[in-house]
């Protein structure tokens, strides 16, 4: 199998090394509270959008892509971009009942709207092969939704100071800071139509 890999896939690799590495710093922070594997959590975020927009280049510069590299990007960017940033929200504090239903949404959204754009890339496609837009946001966004939660661990904003505080409704918690990956989650799977670069 790997003699069948493109050097961008190569690339889609370290894009999913990358998520893999942001959760396992989410995890070393709630076992140790030290915010520094929060702050390796998002660099490493960024790092996988970095390799992701690297190996679409690559591939069309060396005119090399496939249905495995097609689909192997996509698996990536649903650990980079979706799983990711909903256990680095949970590992800052939204972890009530509410705050999971949200990014568990998000993340569904996520595989969604890849999934679609798998299946409805060709029609999108001018002459050339070459997609024109996206339909719906593309996942990668969720870098923004990474660096508030960069900034408010850089703010102490985190846990029990989270921005917007936390309030309980029918006994469970809710912290309205989740609300931003509802609205993530919404955009990408809406029917707007996104200019591809």
Same mark, same amino acid.
């Given at each position: 199998?790997?003699?069948?890999?493109?050097?961008?896939?190569?690339?889609?690799?370290?894009?999913?090394?990358?998520?893999?590495?942001?959760?396992?710093?989410?995890?070393?922070?709630?076992?140790?509270?030290?915010?520094?594997?929060?702050?390796?959590?998002?660099?490493?975020? #960024?790092?996988?959008?970095?390799?992701?927009?690297?190996?679409?280049?690559?591939?069309?510069?060396?005119?090399?892509?496939?249905? #495995?590299?097609?689909?192997?990007?996509?698996?990536?960017?649903?650990?980079?971009?979706? &799983?990711?940033?909903?256990?680095?929200?949970?590992?800052?504090?939204?972890?009530?009942?509410?705050?999971?239903?949200?990014?568990?949404?998000?993340?569904?959204?996520?595989?969604?709207? #890849?999934?679609?754009?798998? &299946?409805?890339?060709?029609?999108?496609?001018?002459?050339?092969?070459?997609?024109?837009?996206?339909?719906?946001?593309?996942?990668?966004?969720?870098?923004?939704? &990474?660096? &508030?939660?960069?900034?408010?661990?850089?703010?102490?904003?985190?846990?029990?100071?989270?921005?917007?505080?936390?309030?309980?409704?029918?006994?469970?918690?809710?912290?309205?800071?989740?609300?931003?990956?509802?609205?993530?989650?919404?955009?990408?799977?809406?029917?707007?139509?996104?200019?591809?670069?």
């Amino acid at each position: 199998m790997i003699r069948e890999f493109h050097l961008a896939d190569w690339f889609t690799l370290g894009n999913a090394v990358c998520g893999m590495s942001a959760l396992f710093s989410t995890m070393s922070y709630l076992e140790t509270q030290n915010k520094i594997h929060i702050y390796f959590a998002c660099a490493l975020v #960024l790092a996988a959008l970095i390799f992701d927009i690297f190996d679409g280049r690559i591939a069309r510069w060396r005119q090399k892509s496939s249905a #495995l590299g097609r689909e192997l990007d996509s698996l990536a960017d649903v650990i980079s971009f979706g &799983v990711a940033p909903a256990i680095i929200a949970y590992g800052c504090g939204m972890q009530g009942f509410y705050d999971r239903i949200i990014l568990v949404f998000f993340v569904a959204c996520g595989v969604s709207r #890849l999934a679609r754009f798998n &299946v409805t890339a060709e029609g999108f496609a001018d002459e050339s092969g070459k997609v024109k837009f996206f339909e719906g946001t593309p996942i990668p966004t969720s870098i923004v939704l &990474v660096t &508030v939660l960069a900034l408010a661990t850089w703010f102490d904003a985190v846990r029990e100071s989270m921005w917007f505080g936390e309030y309980l409704i029918a006994g469970f918690k809710f912290h309205p800071l989740v609300l931003m990956f509802a609205i993530s989650g919404s955009l990408m799977i809406s029917r707007i139509r996104v200019p591809k670069p």
